[in-house]
C-alpha cells in the first residue's frame, strides 16, 4: 500500500523558516517524481513544486521561486521542501503527492494527508 | 503561466442526475488534463488523466472529455459519496504546473 506521510508543520513567525518532510512506502521511491501542493484554508489547490526521480529536473512556482527548495532522499524513501523568508500568505495545508511518472509529466496518483503551516506573529 | 478556469463554482443536483463539470485552459493543454476528487478533510484524489483515462478504481459513472482548451467532467449518476470538492489540473507547461480553482457538487 502507497504511503505518503507529511511532517515537519507548524506555527512559524514571518521571516523565519520551515522544513517539510514526507515519508514514502509502498512503491520505489526512485522510480517516480514527487510534488509538493499546497491548498490554504477553504480555498483552491496551488502546486508549489516538483523534483524528477534523479533530482536533476526541479519546478517551483513562482510565488515561492527563490524561497523554497525542494530535495529527496532515495536512499531514505524521503522528500524535502525547505522554507525560508516564510510570510503569511504562504499559510496552508501542505501536500506530499506522487506523479504518475518518472519525470515530472504526469498527473499525482498518491497524496499524503497534508501537514499545516501557519504563518504568523 | 496556463490559468484553469472552472464553471460552475458550485453546481447543484440530486442524486442520481447528470452533473457536468467545465474546465478550460488560457491555452491549449493539448490532453494532459486530470480530474481530481476532494472530500472534506480529505486529501485530492485522481480520477482521470489524460482528459478521459480513468485512474485505477474509478467507477465507471465518470467520465472525461475534450482537448486542446475545453474539457468536462461527467459524472452520469450522482450518488451521495460523489458530493465534494473537483479539481482540474493541467500538467502540459511543465514546470508550471496549475489546478483550477474548484467546482464543488452540492445535493439539491
Known amino acids: 500500500e502507497v504511503q505518503l506521510v507529511e511532517s515537519g508543520g507548524g506555527l512559524v513567525q514571518p521571516g523565519r523558516s520551515l522544513r517539510l518532510s514526507c515519508a514514502a512506502s509502498g512503491f520505489t521511491f526512485d522510480d517516480y517524481a514527487m510534488h509538493w501542493v499546497r491548498q490554504a484554508p477553504g480555498k483552491g489547490l496551488e502546486w508549489v513544486s516538483g523534483i524528477n526521480w534523479s533530482s536533476r529536473s526541479l519546478g517551483y512556482a513562482d510565488s515561492v521561486k527563490g524561497r523554497f527548495t525542494i530535495s529527496r532522499d532515495n536512499a531514505k524513501n524521503s522528500l524535502y521542501l525547505q522554507m525560508n523568508s516564510l510570510r503569511a500568505e504562504d499559510t496552508a495545508f501542505y501536500y506530499c503527492?506522487?506523479?504518475?511518472?518518472?519525470?515530472?509529466?504526469?498527473?499525482?496518483?498518491?497524496w499524503g494527508q497534508g501537514t499545516l503551516v501557519t504563518v504568523s506573529s | 503561466e496556463i490559468v484553469m478556469t472552472q464553471s460552475p463554482a458550485t453546481l447543484s443536483v440530486s442524486p442520481g442526475e447528470r452533473a457536468t463539470l467545465s474546465c478550460r485552459a488560457s491555452?491549449?493543454?493539448?490532453?494532459?488534463l486530470a480530474w481530481y476528487q476532494q472530500r472534506p478533510g480529505q486529501p485530492p484524489r485522481l480520477l482521470i488523466y489524460?482528459?478521459?483515462t480513468r485512474a485505477t478504481g474509478i467507477p465507471a459513472r465518470f467520465s472525461g472529455s475534450g482537448s486542446g482548451t475545453e474539457f468536462t467532467l461527467t459524472i452520469s449518476s450522482v450518488q451521495s459519496e460523489d458530493f465534494a470538492v473537483y479539481h482540474c489540473?493541467?500538467?502540459?507547461?511543465?514546470?508550471?504546473?496549475?489546478f483550477g480553482q474548484g467546482t464543488r457538487l452540492e445535493i439539491k
Open positions: 491555452q491549449s493543454v493539448s490532453s494532459n
Open positions: 489524460g482528459a478521459s
Open positions: 489540473q493541467q500538467y502540459h507547461d511543465w514546470p508550471l504546473i496549475t
Open positions: 503527492a506522487k506523479d504518475l511518472g518518472t519525470w515530472g509529466l504526469q498527473p499525482f496518483d498518491y
